[in-house]
């Protein structure tokens, strides 16, 4: 299987706190995306980075890319109750065919 | 109006039974997927067509088939259900530019029994 792999399975933190996800993936990429999914909703794109960058901000997200390790992370600052969800990393080779991770839940207690 | 739409939302369905899953879009993407989600699993692609001409296999597409009957619209099928079917299914598409998002539905959740 070309799936990624992310841990944890599953965080529980307090608002205010922060949390970091991290992503795994197996083959070489051109882009990594992170995806939300709220409650087996759909899932909404959260922020790309690109196979040259090592780093990348969005709000309150922060995101980094180590390819020489063929891992992500994904940081979220100051959480929100709102916050809790599903998290999904999806590697594109550049391909637009995107190949998911497991996931993180996500719970942020208020 | 959502910009991926999948019908229907929910659906139980008997083994052996045939069962076609609808994905429509009104964001002029060429590129659709199909994918299935289990829980601890993920998302696995099960087919992609990046236009009405071109349908590739994805990770586990035994059991299912696909038709892109026009650029907006996707579908999947189930030629004769089976329980390990059951799953949740998402319809997602992309207009392979720079952004290089995919733009999910809101999922048809599957149950075979």
């Known amino acids: 299987s070309q799936q990624g792999e992310e841990d944890p399975q599953a965080l529980s933190i307090q608002e205010g706190e922060n949390a970091t996800m991290n992503c795994s993936y197996k083959t070489s990429i051109n882009n990594l995306q992170w995806y939300r999914q709220n409650s087996g909703r759909g899932l909404v794109h959260l922020i790309l980075i690109r196979s040259n960058e090592r780093e990348k901000h969005s709000g309150r997200l922060r995101v980094t890319l180590d390819t020489s390790k063929k891992s992500s992370s994904l940081l979220i600052t100051a959480s929100r109750a709102a916050d809790t969800a599903s998290y999904f990393c999806?590697?594109?080779?550049?391909?637009?065919?995107?190949?998911f991770g497991t996931g993180t839940r996500l719970k942020v207690l208020a | 109006d959502a910009d991926v739409t999948q019908t229907p939302r929910n659906r139980i369905t008997k083994t052996g039974k045939r069962i076609m899953l609808e994905c429509s879009q009104t964001k002029g993407h060429d590129r659709m997927y199909w994918y299935r989600q289990d829980p601890g699993l993920g998302l696995r692609l099960i087919y992609y067509s990046f236009d009405v001409k071109d349908i590739n296999k994805g990770e586990i597409s035994d059991g299912y088939s696909v038709s892109r009957q026009a650029q907006a619209k996707f579908s999947l099928s189930l030629e004769s259900a089976i329980p390990n079917q059951t799953a949740l299914y998402f319809c997602?598409?992309?207009?392979?530019?720079?952004?290089?998002?995919?733009?999910f539905g809101q999922g048809t959740r599957l149950t075979v029994v």
């Open positions: 999806a590697t594109d080779a550049g391909t637009y065919k995107y190949i």
């Open positions: 997602a598409t992309s207009d392979g530019g720079a952004r290089a998002e995919a733009f």
